[in-house]
């Protein structure tokens, strides 16, 4: 199972570099800091990123709140966001929220409240998510905002493909790619990608799915834009694991864990090391799977991700069953059983059922 967006089932990206609104003076004072923030994102240098926000966000409190002021805040959330760091993400989100609210923005409350349904899915609480997305939703077409609205369209698909629905999932996917192809979004347009082909993967399409990657990775590429394009590398070593291109995949993911490392993308390093195991374990090498395994669950530990934390305990079944330790991989297959229950995964609790009950028997 694939991870759903290339910055986690899905973690906002800062906005388009295009200012959508006439700059405030303020803004103007601050553009500066603004774009560097916005390139330093893009080119996957967070630390610098969340550095030039928080520039802009010093110069633009002295006036008190203002759509300028919730932007900047939610845009530095999201770089701590794609980075792994949820719990700080959520935190700016919440505050970018009250500062829009008080400022009348409707389109920043839209905002805000999708960024914080996203980090509510990757912790698994869909429930909470759908809600928040439904809201926001109900905001962003107030405010008028299409990009937004085929944003919160595919996050909608995602948590259909969480619970195992996966033609609403691709419906979804495919009306938010439509819609962003119309105005020109091409992180949308990217991101929808991604989505699309992993529900390929959860299909058993490997070599559609491979295809789709190869179009999203293309069009982050085109964008500059290392997040997404790490993301998408990752998640296409399973498609090609899956057609059996084991040394090509090890290569890829390789290559992406050095974009993941560079950016210091706790997630996005676990999961590139959940899939070096899952090659490691193709090729009969359990201990180096083992060791890959026990270090991905150390970068998740804190449980910002619970359907990494899920496929991460599956993963560790499956070194267990292949070095017959058949006790052990009905433990960690009935924890990621658990958390996948928790959070509504039919399809991976269904085929879970089934592992356990052939170790029983």
């Known amino acids: 199972m694939s991870t759903l967006d290339p910055i986690g089932p899905d973690q906002p990206a800062p906005e388009s570099t295009v200012w959508r609104r006439s700059p405030s003076r303020e803004v103007l004072e601050t553009s500066g800091f603004i774009e560097r923030a916005r390139k330093s994102a893009a080119s996957g240098a967070a630390d610098e990123a969340i550095g030039w926000y928080e520039r ?5 409190t002295v006036h008190g709140p203002s759509a300028d002021l919730a932007d900047v805040i939610r845009w530095k959330g ?3 966001a794609e980075c792994g760091d949820t719990s700080e993400a959520d935190r700016l989100y919440q505050e970018s929220a009250l500062i829009a609210s008080a ?8 905002h805000a409240l999708n960024c914080r349904a996203t980090i509510a899915q990757r912790r698994g609480e869909l429930m909470v998510a759908e809600a928040m997305y439904h809201k926001a939703s109900e905001f962003a077409s107030r405010a008028k905002d299409p990009r937004l609205v085929a944003m919160i369209i595919r996050n909608l698909g995602i948590v259909a493909s969480v619970r195992g629905n996966l033609d609403l ?10 819609r962003a192809k119309a105005i020109g979004d091409d992180e949308g347009q990217c991101k929808a990608l991604n989505n699309i082909a992993t529900a390929q993967m959860e299909l058993g399409l490997f070599s559609d799915a491979e295809k789709t990657y190869n179009a999203a990775i293309r069009l982050a590429r085109r964008r500059g834009d290392r997040a997404l394009e790490c993301g998408a590398r990752i998640n296409i070593c399973e498609a090609m694991i899956g ?6 995949a090890e290569v890829e993911c390789m290559a992406a864990l050095g974009i993941a ?4 993308d706790r997630l996005r390093r676990a999961e590139g090391l959940k899939v070096l195991a899952v090659i490691a374990r193709h090729r ?3 201990d180096e799977a083992l060791s890959l395994i026990e270090d991905a669950m150390d970068l998740t530990d804190a449980g910002e991700d619970i359907v990494l934390a899920a496929q991460l305990r599956k993963e560790r079944g499956e070194v267990a069953r292949m070095q017959f330790q058949l006790g052990e991989a ?3 297959f009935r924890e990621a059983r658990e958390i996948f229950r928790r959070i509504g995964a039919a399809r991976q609790v269904s085929a879970l059922d089934k592992v356990i009950s052939e170790l029983s028997s």
């Open 261 to 264: 490392e560079w950016r210091g």
């Open 56 to 60: 802009a966000r010093i110069a633009l």
């Open 243 to 248: 057609l059996g291109k084991i040394n090509e």
């Open 284 to 286: 009969g090498r359990d």
């Open 330 to 332: 009905t433990i960690y």
């Open 78 to 80: 999201s770089v701590h």
């Open 169 to 178: 999932a691709i419906a979804r996917f495919q009306e938010s790619f439509d």
């Open 103 to 110: 400022a009348g923005y409707v389109k920043g409350e839209a």
